[in-house]
Each structure stands twice: as structure tokens, then as C-alpha cells.
């Protein structure tokens, strides 16, 4: 069995953690395809993110761990909810500005957009997109510019590129270059991660 303390899984711990942005967040938003949620997660962890919220009022709660490249979800901490309003209630409390991807007139760019503010990202189901209601309680409704034929992207693909774009608008601001999380935080999530 191999050692869960070793120096080297501990020190590769310890560099995940020391980049982990708990300022930074995404919200799936009843996505069904568990593929497109294994993706989701996995660029989630890929970028730092801390805590994913599954906020899921129509599509069943999916199921983490048995999908493919399922390793990354238990590296993230998940919040659940089953309710737009309470959810958005909790990310507006803790001072996160609310970006739901959606195409519309009144979207704005997501690159006109300063993802170093405490960013919450809403992605919708493949088919339906967002909700009505997400829509009208984000503070602000986002799109990725298409220079092609097709609308949009898959939602896992539009995760991977807003989330890239928090990265490199983080790291030019130097959020990568000294842990956001306090001491303690990261003392304790150190032991816990041995311990996943």
C-alpha cells in the first residue's frame, strides 16, 4: 500500500492548495451528461477552484466519481442546492458577483468582464441552457465570442474557456503567486487532502 503521507505526495499537495482560488467558483446548473460534468470538473481543478456548487432543481443530483477522468472530483469541495434563489442568495452573501453564461443581446463578453472580483460562473444544461430565473438573478449574463457558424459551445468546452481566462487575468494579477487561503486553511485542508 503506498505511503498517503510521503514527502512527495505531501509537497504536491501542498503546491495544489497554494493555488487554490476560493475566490473563484463555478455553478452547474442541472447539467445531465455526467462526461460533461466529469470535464467541468476536471478544468475546475486544472485552474484552482476550490468549491464547485450543484445546483440541481430539475435534472437529478449527479453522481461524482463514476465517469471518466472522474480523479479530479475529489480534489474540489461541492456545496449543494435546489434552489436558484438560495443559491445565488449564499454567492451574493459571500461576495461573489454572479456571471450566468447565456446568449443573448444584452450579454456581455466574457472577456469584457474582470474575473479577479470573487467570480461565480453559472453553466446551463446542454439543451436548455440556463434558467429563466438564473438569468434574471445573475448580475450579469456572459457569451463567448463564436466566429463561426455554430452558436455556441459545449458547456464543458465553455467551462474550460472561461475558466482559462479567470486563470490568465489571476495570474497576470499576481493571484497565483501566494496562496489565497489563511494558514490554517491551508494546515487543514493539507490533512484532509492526505487523507482523500
Avoid at 464547485?52 to 430539475?58: A, D, P, S
Avoid at 466566429?147 to 455556441?152: Q, R, V
Amino acid at each position: 500500500m503506498p505511503d498517503l503521507a510521503s514527502p512527495e505526495r505531501t509537497e504536491k499537495i501542498e503546491r495544489a492548495l497554494a493555488s487554490r482560488q476560493p475566490t473563484l467558483t463555478v455553478v452547474l446548473e442541472n447539467i445531465h451528461d455526467p462526461h460533461n460534468v466529469s470535464a467541468i470538473l476536471r478544468s475546475c481543478d486544472a485552474v484552482g477552484v476550490l468549491c464547485v456548487h450543484l445546483l440541481y432543481t430539475v435534472e437529478p443530483f449527479p453522481s461524482l466519481g463514476h465517469t471518466p477522468s472522474s480523479g479530479a472530483h475529489k480534489w474540489l469541495d461541492y456545496e449543494r442546492h435546489d434552489s436558484v434563489a438560495s443559491c445565488f442568495e449564499k454567492l451574493h452573501r459571500d461576495g461573489f458577483q454572479v456571471l450566468a453564461t447565456k446568449i443573448d443581446p444584452a450579454a456581455r463578453s466574457l472577456y469584457a468582464n474582470d474575473l479577479t472580483r470573487p467570480t461565480a460562473l453559472v453553466l446551463g444544461n446542454e439543451h436548455r441552457g440556463i434558467s429563466e430565473e438564473a438569468a434574471r438573478l445573475a448580475d450579469r449574463c456572459i457569451y463567448i465570442p463564436m466566429m463561426g457558424m455554430a452558436e455556441s459551445l459545449n458547456v464543458s468546452v465553455a467551462s474550460a474557456v472561461s475558466l482559462f481566462e479567470a486563470l490568465r487575468q489571476r495570474t497576470e494579477a499576481g493571484m497565483y503567486a501566494q496562496p489565497q487561503l489563511t494558514p490554517d486553511a491551508l494546515r487543514s485542508k493539507t490533512f484532509e487532502w492526505l487523507l482523500r
